[in-house]
């Protein structure tokens, strides 16, 4: 990771960390370096955040100065971004969302040509301009300066696309769709009433502030509620910007990535459609995960938390569906990062090709009990680092033996320490992971919100 941008984007608290200065070099830098042997096209979507519009202008003011013209999808998914991008051949995208955290962060993760998320080195070089470390860069004249183009239709042809997956109409199943008040309210109802679903949506109204509050997928218990007062057959929730979803079963129960990744890759091989006969996954999926794939005779590969990796793992491998517990699934078929929209949609197919509930399709998968608690800390290496934190971890593992693990890592996106215990009981875990949040916190690394 870098100074400014970590595992996904530069991103930060609006005018704070992130401020409009840091988005206007963002788009001086970008328009120059994709201006330099012809007039650059670059196509920028903005999630539901009252800082998004400003974010927008400032990165628009800064891309047009260097030459480049700019296409505006307007409120609009980070999936639909990376289509645009690479089935219209832009030279990158950007989008403006900081996922699943609260209205006042926000976020500038840049696209590249190919539909995926930017290589570092062009990071570092952005890094190096904003901080005065590298030339100046000249200001574009005359017939040069870029000009800015609204490109709704983009976001349209994304939506018809989305359309044309499923192999079949999703006719009299009751769905319900939480879009957490963010991008996929102009989208995911769309997408369901055309394929022939009775929807039901929540939290699509938004207002600026209310993106991701008590809602969407980090909130699932709403959704949850929601799907059982209302008899529906199935629901799903999204984040922010759509690159995740969720999954609620008919009797409200949370059907995370790891059970995502298990139904749609167990199907996958059922069609033979499963390239290598692997799925790749984080170190975070569950153990209860790797047991079911075993015994369905499904390989697996585990990679660092991100969205990111996994892609990565996928290109070198030759392996076609990947994700994380959070609820990134990445269908490489379809697209080149996680969509939210697209995963509901491929949930919807398996469970109509095969007239089975979400339920009986989860059913083998006994999932282990897991507590996750994210520390707020002065500084992530410093935290890790430290002999006492170290020690209380390697206790941990030594007392779960192979009936469980614990896993500490930093957040690619905030100043959090993550501690994770898999184990066979809930006290288990929490009894694992108090430990070593307690010795975090003795040692004077937390920070109270």
Same mark, same amino acid.
């Given at each position: ?11 930060? #608290? ?23 042997? +012809? ?18 202008? $400032? ?9 480049? @013209?700019?296409?505006?999808? +307007?409120?609009?998914?980070?999936? &639909?971004? %990376?289509? /645009?991008?690479?089935? *219209?051949?832009?030279?990158? !995208?950007?989008?403006?969302?900081? %996922? ?19 290589? $570092? =080195?062009? *990071? ?21 300066? !870029? ?30 769709? @939480?879009?957490?008040? !963010?991008? %996929? &309210?102009?989208? $995911? ?16 109204e938004p207002d600026g502030i209310n993106i991701n509050t008590n809602c969407g997928s980090t909130h699932i218990e709403v959704l949850q509620e929601y799907v059982v007062a209302n008899g529906l057959d199935v629901g799903f929730a999204y984040d922010g910007d759509a690159d995740r979803c969720i999954a609620v079963? *008919? ?15 167990? #199907? ?12 790749? =996954? ?22 660092? /938390? ?15 569906? !990947? ?10 078929? +379809?697209?080149? =990062? ?5 995963? %509901? ?31 707020? /800390?002065?500084?992530?290496?410093? =935290? ?26 930093? &957040? ?38």
């Amino acid at each position: 990771m870098g100074k400014y941008f970590g595992t996904d984007g530069f991103r930060g #608290e609006a005018n704070v960390d992130l401020t409009v200065e840091h988005a206007y070099q963002v788009g001086r830098y970008l328009g120059w370096y994709y201006s330099r042997n +012809h007039q650059a096209r670059i196509v920028i979507g903005k999630d539901t955040r009252r800082s998004s519009y400003m974010f927008e202008y $400032a990165l628009v003011a800064g891309l047009t100065a260097s030459g480049a @013209d700019v296409y505006l999808l +307007h409120v609009t998914t980070t999936p &639909s971004v %990376s289509y /645009v991008v690479r089935s *219209e051949e832009f030279d990158c !995208g950007i989008m403006i969302s900081a %996922s699943h955290n609260p209205y006042y962060d926000n976020g500038i993760k840049v696209i590249n040509g190919k539909g995926h998320k930017l290589e $570092a =080195t062009i *990071e570092n070089l952005i890094e190096k301009y904003i901080d005065g470390l590298s030339d100046p860069i000249p200001y574009a004249t005359k017939d040069k300066i !870029g000009r800015t183009i609204d490109y709704s239709m983009g976001r349209n042809r994304y939506i018809g696309y989305l359309m044309s997956i499923p192999t079949r109409a999703f006719k009299d199943f009751k769905v319900g769709l @939480d879009c957490a008040n !963010g991008a %996929s &309210s102009a989208i $995911a109802k769309s997408v369901f009433d055309a394929l022939g679903a009775k929807t039901y949506v929540i939290n699509n109204e938004p207002d600026g502030i209310n993106i991701n509050t008590n809602c969407g997928s980090t909130h699932i218990e709403v959704l949850q509620e929601y799907v059982v007062a209302n008899g529906l057959d199935v629901g799903f929730a999204y984040d922010g910007d759509a690159d995740r979803c969720i999954a609620v079963d *008919e009797f409200g129960r949370i059907v995370d990535g790891d059970l995502i990744l298990y139904v749609c890759g167990l #199907e996958m091989k059922r069609r033979k459609e499963l390239l290598n006969d692997t799925i790749v =996954t984080t170190i975070m999926s569950n153990m209860g995960l790797y047991k079911a794939l075993d015994k369905a005779g499904i390989s697996y590969e585990k990679t660092a /938390v991100g969205d990111k990796y996994v892609y990565e793992n996928m290109v070198q491998n030759g392996h076609c569906i !990947g994700g994380e517990q959070s609820g990134h699934i990445i269908f490489s078929k +379809h697209a080149t =990062t996680g969509d939210g929209i697209l995963t %509901s949609l491929k949930i919807m197919e398996t469970m109509v090709e095969n007239k089975r509930t979400l339920a009986q399709l989860t059913e083998p998968v006994e999932i282990y009990p897991q507590l996750l608690i994210n520390v707020r /800390v002065k500084d992530k290496k410093t =935290t890790r680092e430290d002999p006492d934190v170290i020690a209380a971890v390697k206790k941990a593992e030594e007392i779960l033996g192979d009936e469980g693990r614990i896993l500490v890592r930093e &957040s690619g996106t905030e100043p959090v320490i993550r501690v994770m215990v898999e184990a066979k009981t809930d006290d288990l875990c929490h009894e694992h992971v108090l430990n070593v949040v307690n010795v975090i916190k003795a040692k004077g690394h937390a920070v109270e919100k």
